[in-house]
DNA sequence: AATGAAAGGATTAAGCC
DNA sequence: GGCTTAATCCTTTCATT
């Protein structure tokens, strides 16, 4: 496995300005060839670094309710379960799990009815949401670029840079970087009793 | 002006899936030949529905601090300032202005530590920040998807559909859409008198 | 908005280091 | 393994209707 390198941050930052622009011209900016482009955009995807080539909208200028960020306080098993539902449901732009656990999610909520719109997309689920707090929004921009700093991939393990002995993972359908054997043999093995943990409750 | 219909939503909807998808391809799923599809986009683009052709990248898979959620509480004439300031700093992806006036953000945080960052991204602007509060991130995830809610586009006046006689106006950069000619001299008188009165303060 | 021609880009295969 | 070049195929653009 390689590492990312400058050329990949390079080609990732021109494809955040315009996920449309030709490789021909993304390989004159980086010094490669368009197939070489196309090679390490494919392996970036495989890597999981690139989840997908979307679009940016402005939403506010579409219909569909008032746009809100809403504070659920979960169960402690059940972040992930809420996670995955809002996820999926209609009008959910961001779902974002803290550790207490608690899940925020912004979304554009018919009539601004918070209480409807969670019935409806957690069902049995809702059982697990202690508590919410709603706060109607004015504005919500999403400001896609990548820093100086977005240089490396990070172990799961250890936090440290993965480099050519590292490894990549697909669990239970996420993605994780492993630098080195024997960080990933403990990754597993935590992974495991997690699991198993999780299962048990 | 023509308003959106519901091939421009399948368009933004199969774009939004994958935004490298050849028009080609589009145009057979909607019925058209590729130069429509491409001249719906190039409008869509106009519009300022479609902001960006851009990436969903896994950030958590590359370097760069801790993912936290900060709430600012703001003076109140001032959400504008610091919304802009954080959208153009390095790390942050999300910035969300609530009517109080707080001002969220999502970013990675180098070592965690948001007064420091806050500091070198707001400058003198850090003065209008009363107070603060982070929540670390175990998970964030975007989820761009169209509903079958967002059909068409609101007149930032009434609320009510833009339909044919509508129009849509630049102010400061942004765009606003309005569904009739009365609803565009009201909202004019509006947003200048708004402006005025955000000048005098 | 469709058509068809011309220009431009992506992808493949072969070969190099 | 990663790169290049060259050939082929596909896509987009533009002029026209």
Redesign the interface.
């Known amino acids: 496995m390689r590492t990312?390198d400058d050329t990949d941050i390079r080609i990732?930052r021109l494809?955040?300005?315009?996920?449309?622009r030709p490789y021909r011209d993304i390989a004159e900016r980086v010094g490669l060839s368009s197939p070489a482009v196309s090679d390490r955009v494919t392996r970036l995807r495989d890597?999981?670094?690139?989840?997908?080539?979307?679009?940016?909208?402005?939403?506010s200028?579409?219909?569909?309710?008032v746009p809100a960020?809403v504070e659920l306080r979960v169960r402690s098993d059940a972040?992930e379960e809420v996670?995955d539902a809002l996820?999926?449901a209609?009008?959910?732009?961001?779902?974002?799990?803290?550790?207490e656990p608690?899940v925020?999610f912004?979304a554009r909520l018919?009539r601004g009815d918070a209480r409807t719109f969670l019935a409806e997309t957690l069902g049995a689920t809702l059982d697990v949401v202690a508590d919410y707090d709603v706060?109607?929004?004015?504005?919500?921009?999403?400001?896609?670029?990548?820093?100086?700093?977005?240089?490396?991939?990070?172990c799961a393990e250890c936090g440290n840079?993965v480099g050519e002995d590292g490894a990549t993972l697909r669990l239970d359908g996420d993605?994780y970087?492993l630098c080195c054997p024997s960080c990933e043999e403990r990754f597993r093995g935590r992974y495991e009793r997690f699991s198993e943990g999780a299962r048990a409750e």
Chains 1, 2 share one sequence.
């Open positions: 990312l990732l494809l955040t300005e315009d996920a449309r890597l999981g670094i690139i989840r997908r080539f979307t679009l940016d909208l402005d939403r200028a579409l219909r569909g309710g960020l972040a996670r996820a999926a209609d009008g959910v732009e961001h779902v974002f799990v803290a550790a608690r925020f912004q018919a706060t109607v929004l004015t504005d919500a921009r999403w400001t896609p670029q990548i820093g100086g700093t977005d240089l490396a991939l990070t840079e993605l970087h």
